[in-house]
């Protein structure tokens, strides 16, 4: 992964801009101000300012370490496949169907879509019926 932070632009390296161009990029003052408005351990210094994923923010459910340590393991598929789904309501929403085998678990389908009438979702086809 890539990352750029504020004190990688031409403001810190002393880069060569067009002039036009310096009052469209961050600047010294920029950052120092945002240092001082959320603090240079907040996520969101972290995230605009120093060009990190921080490990937390206020909307965070499952932390980025999380996953990346999920996917770098191997579970062994040890048990009689369940498949689920998680269907649609409103909005953009995605219709997910699911694979499940003891630990490993993988997506099938996730597809997003609008209602087709009566207030339901259409997605006849995607997921059998008991």
């Given at each position: 992964m890539?990352?750029?932070s504020a004190f990688d632009t031409p403001a810190y390296t002393g880069e060569k801009v067009p002039e036009n161009l310096l009052p469209l990029l961050v600047s010294p003052e920029?950052?120092?101000e945002r240092k001082i408005?959320?603090?240079a351990n907040s996520p969101i210094y972290q995230s605009k300012v120093l060009g990190a994923?921080?490990?937390?923010?206020?909307?965070t459910l499952i932390l980025p370490k999380w996953i990346e340590a999920a996917q770098k393991?191997?579970?062994?598929?040890?048990r009689r496949p369940i498949?689920?789904?998680d269907?649609?309501?409103?909005?953009?929403d995605e219709t997910v169907i699911m694979r499940r085998e003891g630990g490993?678990?993988?997506v099938y389908r996730a597809h997003q879509g609008r209602h087709h009438g009566h207030g339901r979702p259409h997605r006849q086809g995607h997921a059998g019926h008991r």
């Open positions: 890539i990352t750029v920029w950052v120092e408005r959320w603090g994923f921080p490990d937390l923010s206020d909307d393991r191997t579970l062994e598929r040890t498949i689920a789904a269907i649609a309501r409103f909005g953009e490993w678990i993988r």
